[in-house]
């Protein structure tokens, strides 16, 4: 072990390796849980991640679950005749940790002003859009008009502007130009 640390090889890219002396079990119910052998402690938080994690689904074909005399559980391989006390689901469990819901909401190039700003009212606020007669700023000056805002579209060309406002009319008032 000493050679691989000093190579550098006792550490790897995966989270969810064990630091040396801790172990992985599950209990009877499908919880997992974290046995540190050295401080002979154990927790439900994963020493690396702090996660909490719970098997998912059923046991693989041909396998049973068992319980032995000292009343641990082990299971039992019919299809290749083995028997260990590690839970063969353990390589699929799934993180039990509740998911909190974040204010902050994530979008992507091709997301629409339409899509940001759903369900959201603006009515009784100023806005100004600048370019607002063509491209992003167009579909930013609609939107927010077509959610009750008061929007003013700053344009370099009146021209374009008015052509841009008569576009936004047909679907919604509430707009003023700024000479």
Same mark, same amino acid.
């Given at each position: &072990? ?16 064990? #630091?040396?002396?801790?172990e992985?079990?599950?209990?009877? *119910? ?15 938080e ?5 996660? @909490? ?6 046991? #693989? ?10 009343g ?11 028997t260990?006390?590690?839970?063969p ?5 799934v ?5 909190? #819901?974040?204010?902050?909401? @994530?979008? *992507?190039?091709?997301?629409?002003? &339409?899509e940001?700003?759903?369900? @959201? *009212? ?21 939107s927010?008009?077509?959610?009750g805002?008061?929007v ?5 060309? &009146? ?7 008569? @576009? ?5 008032v ?6």
């Amino acid at each position: &072990m000493a050679a691989l640390r000093y190579a550098g090889l006792d550490d790897t890219d995966s989270e969810d390796e064990l #630091p040396p002396g801790w172990e992985q079990r599950t209990t009877k *119910d499908g919880w997992v849980y974290y046995a540190n052998h050295t401080e002979e402690k154990t927790q439900w938080e994963h020493p690396k991640t702090g996660k @909490r994690k719970r098997i998912a689904g059923d046991l #693989p074909y041909g396998w049973e679950q068992e319980t032995d005399e000292n009343g641990q559980v082990f299971f039992v391989d019919h299809i290749n005749k083995r028997t260990t006390y590690l839970d063969p689901r353990l390589a699929f469990t799934v993180d039990d940790n509740p998911t909190k #819901p974040t204010a902050r909401q @994530r979008y *992507d190039g091709s997301t629409t002003a &339409m899509e940001i700003l759903q369900g @959201r *009212d603006f009515s009784g606020k100023v806005v100004i859009v600048t370019g607002a007669n063509s491209g992003i700023g167009f579909e930013t000056a609609k939107s927010f008009a077509l959610h009750g805002a008061h929007v003013i579209l700053a344009c370099r060309n &009146m021209t374009r502007a008015n052509e841009a406002v008569s @576009r936004i009319l047909g679907e919604w008032v509430g707009l003023i130009i700024l000479d």
